[in-house]
């Protein structure tokens, strides 16, 4: 099955700054991949996600990129706000077949540091 | 706009107890899940649902639980007899469709087993 590593686990920003975070995935036959941001004790939400025919997606101050042939994927924030302090998951799906269910990777906590 | 539903937001029950955990998805889905999220951990995939049954099922959804969409709007997860083990954050997801449309989470059931 699918497998989705994420890289880092933690990361600290100075307000401004840009964030990265690394994602790379096992199954070949995965096409859709999207981010999700956690606040605490909240649910999940889709902030920006990407299909394997783009290489690169971008809305306002976050951005996806995606290297199908490296198998990985990562995340941009520019200018980062405290706001953005949260858990970032990334995630993979084969969007054949009939499932559409999503592996993720064990999550970046990300804090923006006024 | 349409929302997933969960209720309730928190349950404790001692080990051994049976617990349903309740979801409405959004009206016009056709695909449902279920994932949990022990405290700290990424978020994991337990059973989807398609067409009045189930269409995968992981490891971690075993005997003791069991998925029921009664009535064309609830979405129900049961386990049987919980485990202490069984105490974590568990979250109902839908999709319209499949392929790369958006899954859209509720806001979780917080079960802790004593």
């Known amino acids: 099955g699918e497998n989705v590593e994420q890289h880092p686990s933690t990361l600290s920003v100075q307000e401004g700054d840009s964030a990265v975070i690394k994602c790379t995935y096992s199954d070949s036959a995965s096409n859709y991949f999207p981010w999700y941001k956690q606040e605490l004790g909240k649910r999940p939400q889709l902030i920006i996600d990407?299909?394997?025919?783009?290489g690169e997606k971008k809305d306002q101050r976050i951005a996806v990129t995606l290297n199908k042939t490296a198998k990985h994927f990562s995340l941009h924030i520019t200018e980062t706000q405290p706001e953005d302090s949260a858990v970032y998951f990334c995630?993979?799906?084969?969007?054949?077949?009939?499932?559409?269910?999503?592996?993720f990777g064990k999550g970046t906590l990300l804090t923006v540091n006024p | 706009e349409p929302e997933v539903t969960q209720t309730p937001s928190h349950q404790v029950t001692q080990m051994g107890q049976e617990v349903i955990l309740r979801c409405v998805p959004i009206s016009n889905h056709l695909y449902f899940y279920w994932y949990r999220q022990i405290l700290g951990q990424k978020v994991e995939f337990l059973v989807s649902?398609?067409?009045?049954?189930?269409?995968?099922k992981s490891e971690i959804f075993d005997d003791q639980f069991s998925v029921e969409r009664p009535d064309g709007s609830n979405f129900t997860l049961k386990i049987r007899s919980t485990k202490l083990e069984d105490s974590a954050m568990y979250f109902c997801a839908s999709i319209r469709r499949g392929g790369v449309e958006t899954q859209y989470f509720g806001p979780g059931t917080r079960l802790l087993v004593l």
């Open positions: 990407i299909r394997s025919n783009v």
């Open positions: 995630a993979a799906r084969y969007s054949g077949g009939s499932n559409y269910k999503l592996t």
């Open positions: 649902f398609y067409n009045n049954e189930i269409s995968e």
